[in-house]
């Protein structure tokens, strides 16, 4: 693909808590491995003594940023002049086809929803994030930006999951599954029960009830939860992977010599493991059911963090994830 042919992807330099420095190294990673075009949004004086002699880099000039203590409708009202607001901006205007941010995901949300607004069909945007399923990625919707939620809520976060699973992820027909606690469809509380007979309705590829112990050896390709549950789900299976990493780590400091030998015989399959454990695989999940490609990615996101992210933006825009979203909810 042309260089001018690619994506331009506008990225909050100042969100995160390794910004601006890491922000900008994952974005000139992304566009030194010809993922896309990039537009850094920050403090200039601050981006520029990072760019190294890649000169030829857009930035949109912000002085001001949004705090990651902020509350969102703080955030929201003071949007204009910050990194966060006019990188969603560039998004709004179409001067660019997706936005990235490390920063506070409460004010990412609140600011993309006042700018941006829902696709019509669709109440609340909700967080996709993908969990390294045994078998393949797995769509957890929403994993964090409603944590109360209506029932017919849940079912648009079905609708969305499925587009994104398609659109993003290759997968012709997903699974969706309701993430309850038992399989037996009369299992879980009212709001689950009452969400699951709406996407038994939905022309959706619906099997029914996904126990937690089921998500990650992929019992479906789409799971439902609210955004409560969903944030515990992805935050353990986080914690997880962190916690394996080190339990091999210190395994292997206190090993025997023989011990130590065979963990260095290993190192490449223990290396696999934990990348595919590692969140920044991934590097970021979609806000669905925006009218623009927002993708939110972890505070702590180090440089290729950022390059993953930017890539998954990249992706969610070429394959029109918010034209597909929209075709489902108006059909």
């Not at 995160?16 to 200039?44: H, M, S």
């Not at 203590?69 to 660019?96: F, I, K, M, N, Y």
Request: glycine fraction near 12%; proline fraction near 4%.
């Amino acid at each position: 693909m042309n260089g001018a042919d690619l994506p331009l992807i506008a990225v909050d330099a100042m969100g995160g808590d390794n910004a601006p420095a890491e922000i900008v190294a994952g974005a000139l990673l992304a566009r030194r491995d010809g993922l896309a075009r990039v537009a850094l949004v920050g403090d200039r004086e601050r981006i520029v003594p990072l760019l190294g002699d890649q000169t030829d880099v857009e930035i949109v000039h912000a002085a001001a940023e949004i705090a990651m203590d902020a509350s969102p409708a703080s955030a929201a009202r003071g949007s204009a002049g910050t990194s966060l607001g006019e990188a969603v901006e560039l998004v709004r205007s179409g001067h660019a086809h997706a936005v990235v941010s490390a920063g506070n995901s409460g004010a990412f949300l609140a600011v993309a929803l006042i700018r941006l607004r829902t696709i019509p069909g669709i109440a609340r945007p909700a967080i996709g994030a993908v969990l390294p399923g045994r078998r393949g990625p797995v769509v957890l919707c929403d994993a964090g930006a409603n944590v109360d939620c209506k029932p017919e809520w849940m079912a648009q976060f079905g609708v969305m999951g499925s587009a994104y699973a398609r659109a993003a992820l290759g997968v012709a027909n997903p699974r969706v599954g309701i993430v309850s606690v038992g399989e037996e469809r009369s299992k879980g509380n009212a709001q689950t029960i009452e969400a699951a007979a709406l996407l038994e309705g939905l022309p959706l590829n619906f099997i029914g009830n996904v126990e937690g112990k089921d998500i990650l050896v992929n019992a479906a390709d789409v799971v439902v939860a609210d955004g409560f549950v969903g944030n515990v789900i992805l935050k353990t299976a986080e914690g997880s992977g962190i916690y394996f990493s080190e339990v091999l780590r210190e395994s292997y400091e206190l090993a025997p010599l023989l011990g130590k030998l065979g963990g260095l015989f290993s190192r490449s399959v223990f290396n696999v493991m934990r990348k595919r454990l590692d969140y920044s695989t991934y590097g970021g999940a979609p806000l669905l059911g925006l009218r623009g490609n927002c993708v939110v990615a972890h505070g702590r996101s180090d440089r290729v963090a950022i390059r993953n992210a930017i890539r998954q933006a990249a992706a969610v825009a070429a394959a029109d994830l918010v034209g597909s979203i929209g075709a489902v909810c108006a059909a």
